[in-house]
Every structure is written in structure tokens, then in C-alpha cells.
């Protein structure tokens, strides 16, 4: 299998595919991998858009990109669709990955089964700490950030994730991408500044949490307002009002009138 670094396919940006698109595909490919391995054969758009939380009109557009429009009565191939996705974004190759930072969050990325069943191989585990060197985190050695360069030479990887805290982020970026480095999901809470040419996909949680809670304030503030009082006492009576009898009209012969008031 090739490599990210040696063997590069033509990609999605060169082929014109929308990066909104782009961004749908993962979903697509994990609805379609939980399909597969309930071995359902054939999926329909309106199925397949619902378990990926799109429209299917969207979904029969982004599917056209990549020239698969599916059968009429009988939907798309599920492991044929799952293959091209895979092609697409480049799961088909062995993509080494280097972690740095090994603290609590950069351990639970290197113990994440996920990355293994999607192309992705955590090649080294790098920290600045001299007492977590050698020590084995999911297996993974830990060595030091001395060894980077080194390291990512030797694996030939060009996908980076930094799980550092926030003062060290612009740095260990720096040196990731000097090293070769061009792709770089970053995890520390800042804003990493690259060159161009150098992909970053920024992972926030505490971003995403205040998401939810202006989300959860707003529908509290939705909630509809108490009833009001009802009051129960019956309806007081309408007052009285004074009716003065008058004797009809005449008509000019001394008659009623010939149309009478309704």
C-alpha cells in the first residue's frame, strides 16, 4: 500500500469537487460503513441522506461529483459507494500520522481505535516532556520533540496533530511544517498561523460546548410563558338599557310604511 507522502492521487480540489462537498463525504462513508457491515447491498438517496443527517437532493448532487448517480428502483451499491469515497479522499492509501503532546488529550487520540479502520496510522508519539520518553502510551513509545524532524523523515508522514497546550502550538506547528510537514489538525484552544500550501483543520472543544449553551439558553428562553388567570366568577349581567316606545310612521296616506326597518 502506498504511502500519504510517496504516492499523492489527484486530488478533490484538482477535480473540481466543492469543499462543502468534500466536508459531506466522511459523514457518507461512515453512514455507508455502518450499512456495509450490516450487509445491507443497496441503499436509496432518501436513506442514505437521512442516516447522514442531509437532504437527498444535496446528497444526489455531491454523489454527481464523483460520477455516481445510482439506479433508478434501486438506489446506489453500497460497497461500490463506499470505495469511491474511500478513493476520494484518499483512504486507500496508508496515511502515517505523528501525535504531539501526550498529555490527557493527545493520549485518548493515540489510544482512538478509529484511526487504524480509516487509513490512518499513528506512526510516532512525540512529547517535550524528558520523563514521558520511552514510556509506551496504546503501545506507542513516546519519544522527544528533539527526535521530530528526524521522526517524520524516517516515516515520511505529512500529517501532523497537535495536542500541545496553546503557548507551544505556534511553534510545534512551525516545526512541523518546516519539517515537510502539510497537513495539520490542530487541537490546542488558538488560531495557528501556516503558509500557504499547509492545510490546518481546527478542532475546538470548549468552542463547540459555548455552541450548545447559547443553543440551550435560547430554548430556554423559548419556553412558552405561564398561563394566565382564568377568573372563574360568572359574567356580570349586561346593564339595563332604556328602550322608548314611539308610535310606527305613517306614510303620506296615513298608512305603515311600505318597507318596514328589519
Given at each position: 500500500m502506498a504511502t500519504g507522502r510517496n504516492h499523492r492521487p489527484a486530488t478533490s480540489r484538482s477535480r473540481?469537487?466543492?469543499?462543502?462537498?468534500?466536508?459531506?463525504?466522511?459523514?457518507?462513508?461512515?453512514?455507508?460503513?455502518?450499512?456495509?457491515?450490516?450487509?445491507?447491498?443497496?441503499?436509496?438517496?432518501?436513506?442514505?441522506?437521512?442516516?447522514?443527517?442531509?437532504?437527498?437532493?444535496?446528497?444526489?448532487?455531491?454523489?454527481?461529483?464523483?460520477?455516481?448517480?445510482?439506479?433508478?428502483?434501486?438506489?446506489?451499491?453500497?460497497?461500490?459507494?463506499?470505495?469511491?469515497?474511500?478513493?476520494?479522499?484518499?483512504?486507500?492509501?496508508?496515511?502515517p500520522v505523528v501525535i504531539v503532546g501526550i498529555g490527557n488529550l493527545g493520549a485518548a487520540l493515540a489510544n482512538y481505535g478509529g484511526f487504524a479502520s480509516r487509513g490512518f496510522r499513528v506512526a510516532a508519539l512525540i512529547d517535550a516532556d524528558p520523563g514521558l520518553s520511552g514510556k509506551p502510551v496504546a503501545g506507542i513509545p513516546v519519544q522527544h520533540t528533539d527526535e521530530l524532524e528526524k521522526i517524520i523523515d524516517d516515516n515520511g508522514v505529512s500529517i501532523g496533530v497537535i495536542a500541545t497546550p496553546a503557548g507551544a502550538a505556534q511553534q510545534v506547528c512551525d516545526r512541523l511544517v518546516a519539517a515537510g510537514i502539510t497537513s495539520i489538525l490542530n487541537f490546542a484552544p488558538t488560531v495557528l498561523s501556516v503558509p500557504e500550501g499547509v492545510d490546518v483543520r481546527k478542532v475546538d472543544l470548549s468552542i463547540e460546548l459555548q455552541i450548545l449553551a447559547f443553543h440551550e439558553q435560547r430554548k430556554a428562553g423559548e419556553e412558552p410563558a405561564s398561563a394566565p388567570e382564568v377568573d372563574t366568577a360568572p359574567p356580570a349581567a349586561p346593564p339595563a338599557v332604556a328602550v322608548t316606545k314611539r308610535p310606527p310612521e305613517s306614510g303620506p296616506d296615513g298608512d305603515l310604511p311600505a318597507v318596514m326597518p328589519a
Open positions: 473540481g469537487i466543492p469543499e462543502a462537498t468534500v466536508a459531506r463525504l466522511p459523514l457518507y462513508l461512515r453512514a455507508l460503513t455502518a450499512l456495509s457491515e450490516r450487509s445491507v447491498p443497496t441503499v436509496s438517496s432518501e436513506e442514505l441522506a437521512s442516516a447522514a443527517g442531509v437532504n437527498s437532493a444535496k446528497l444526489r448532487k455531491d454523489f454527481s461529483y464523483l460520477g455516481s448517480y445510482g439506479t433508478r428502483g434501486v438506489g446506489y451499491d453500497v460497497e461500490y459507494l463506499v470505495y469511491q469515497i474511500s478513493r476520494e479522499l484518499g483512504l486507500t492509501q496508508d496515511w
